[in-house]
């Protein structure tokens, strides 16, 4: 059974940092390409980073680029989304989803930057 769970989200002021834990159960994150996307309020679902399987290669939106990075931690089975230099705009719930955006996720994580 697939299960992903997200952690790590919370209040932050602008220009703080977070990061975000996605661990997954029922099937190995290194065999997958996965991705991390968010819903901010009254929006639709955005795209932030994709890793790709086996090798790890990573993508992000322009939106985040240099901002975010993704890693995975094999051994764990979890990934990561380290968030810098957090704005308003990066308010939303943040998701990992499984094989492609719209696939399976977790419940989510709510992050707020505010001051």
Request: charged fraction near 15%.
């Amino acid at each position: 059974q697939v299960q992903l769970v997200e952690s790590g989200g919370g209040l932050v002021q602008p220009g703080g940092s977070l990061r975000l834990s996605c661990a997954a159960s029922g099937f190995t994150l290194s065999y997958y390409y996965m991705y991390w996307v968010r819903q901010a309020p009254g929006k639709g679902l955005e795209w932030v980073s994709r890793i790709s399987a086996g090798g790890g290669f990573t993508t992000y939106a322009d939106s985040v680029k240099g901002r975010f990075t993704l890693s995975r931690d094999n051994a764990k089975n979890t990934l990561y989304l380290q968030m810098n230099s957090l704005n308003s705009e990066d308010t939303a719930v943040y998701y990992c989803a499984n094989g492609s955006p719209s696939g399976p996720r977790g419940q989510g994580t709510q992050v707020t930057v505010s001051s």
